[in-house]
């Protein structure tokens, strides 16, 4: 079995863009682009590129360095760590930008990746699509778990043999209740439920 | 803490025989939720997993005001299954022995303490209280023989607790998924469904006297 987390708002306690926004001082250019995109105006796709467009000037190291001092579910957190061959993130987060974050955690990490020239992403080269990891774990005949709040956790959640949808930092995402096989909200009842399933 | 570590409410119905346009958790029983009886009952139990489909968004809100740390599982095809298959979805990732509950029973707070002690599989049962229902045979030591739809000793009300080396998947009722394991230990309780409005009427003033 492998058991799939989404990161944002899932494994880490606070969502990690309004920090770098408000380090930055683009809080008002994010959060519009954010609320644009949770009322589905703005495709996740389309809306990444322009959010990396908007952070790609800033940066990689603080970035970071930033991300690295995000809370981490502290129970979730020893979960992974008692199953991280088990457990893997799949994030749509630029790689550089999650390097701190990822060596905490400590387990297999999927992200989308970007060309780094001189401390700054001078190039998206690609973006995750989180239901082909859930399907290469398939493909491998792995029963797979997948845990994640947003709407673009949606078609992973679809193709994974079990889906989880938390609310642990907010309500997750409205489309997801029309396709997830559990809803949790609390710490305690996510780490529950994992480890029964393993 | 109690023996029994988890408990399946199964609320994914539309409660189109009650007639007061809303899933029956939602209903209010002196005031207060029929969801919120049921949360209050099981407060001691570990592993509270309500299983949702009908009104969904509605059930996990009242849910929340009073229990975080619920496992809300979803039954998308409560339209063309019965109660079997909310309980399979609902228990067959929980703690094993699962005490299957209704959304739309209430048994008395006493019953519930002493049903939350059991070990093992068992069936409860309750004085019959309705010409239409399922009933059961018992035999001299009260252990369930058989389900009916023609006649028995009592009425089947639920709960009822299946080990989990047991569950099968079932679109059917859930007495359905315990007929194989007969005879089954049975437990008479004071139990109530509600099926419709006078059985809404009559637990109304039943519980008036409930202490919890």
């Known amino acids: 079995m492998k058991i799939l987390f989404d990161l944002d708002g899932t494994v880490t306690a606070q969502e990690t863009l309004p920090v770098i926004a408000q380090h930055f001082g683009v809080e008002e250019k994010i959060a519009e682009l954010t609320a644009q995109t949770v009322q589905g105006n703005v495709p996740f796709i389309e809306s990444f590129i322009r959010r990396v467009n908007i952070l790609g000037d800033l940066p990689v190291s603080k970035i970071s360095e930033l991300l690295d001092q995000v809370p981490l579910y502290p129970q979730l957190y020893a979960f992974i760590q008692a199953h991280r061959d088990d457990c893997v993130i799949v994030t749509g987060n630029l790689s550089c930008w999650c390097e701190g974050l990822h060596n905490k955690i400590q387990c297999k990490t999927y992200c989308s990746e970007a060309e780094v020239v001189d401390n700054r992403v001078v190039k998206l080269k690609s973006i995750l699509r989180k239901e082909q990891i859930v399907d290469l774990y398939k493909a491998a005949g792995e029963q797979v778990v997948f845990v994640g709040d947003g709407n673009n956790d949606l078609e992973a959640m679809r193709h994974a043999d079990i889906s989880i949808a938390t609310g642990l930092t907010h309500n997750p995402a409205r489309s997801l209740y029309a396709i997830c096989d559990y809803i949790i909200f609390n710490e305690n009842a996510l780490c529950r439920q994992l480890n029964q399933l393993l | ?212």
């Not at chain 2, 809303?22 to 949360?39: D, E, G, P």
């Not at chain 2, 209704?102 to 049962?125: A, R, T």
């Open chain 2, 1 to 212: 803490m109690s023996a029994i570590k988890s408990v399946v409410i199964s609320c994914a119905g539309i409660g189109s025989r009650l007639g007061l346009g809303l899933t029956k958790a939602l209903v209010k029983i002196n005031n207060r939720s029929l969801i919120s009886w049921q949360l209050e009952l099981f407060k001691d139990v570990e592993d509270v997993r309500i299983v949702v489909g009908f009104q969904a968004n509605d059930i996990i809100e009242e849910v929340l005001k009073y229990r975080k740390d619920v496992t809300f599982i979803f039954n998308h095809r409560y339209f063309e299954t019965k109660t079997g298959a909310s309980f399979y979805l609902g228990a067959r990732h929980a703690y094993d022995h699962v005490l299957e509950w209704d959304g739309d029973l209430l048994v008395h707070p006493d019953d519930v303490k002493m049903i939350l002690e059991q070990e093992g599989e068992f069936i409860c049962y309750a004085d019959k209280t309705s010409e239409e229902a399922v009933f059961v045979k018992t035999d001299e030591k009260g252990n369930v023989l058989e389900f009916s739809r023609e006649c028995g000793d009592y009425e089947w009300t639920g709960p009822a607790c299946l080990s989990k080396e047991h569950l099968a998947y079932c679109s059917n009722n859930v007495y359905n998924m315990f007929e194989p394991f007969l005879p089954m230990r049975g437990i008479k309780v004071r139990a109530y469904d509600i099926d419709t409005y006078q059985d809404y009427m009559r637990v109304s003033e039943i519980v008036k006297d409930w202490k919890i």
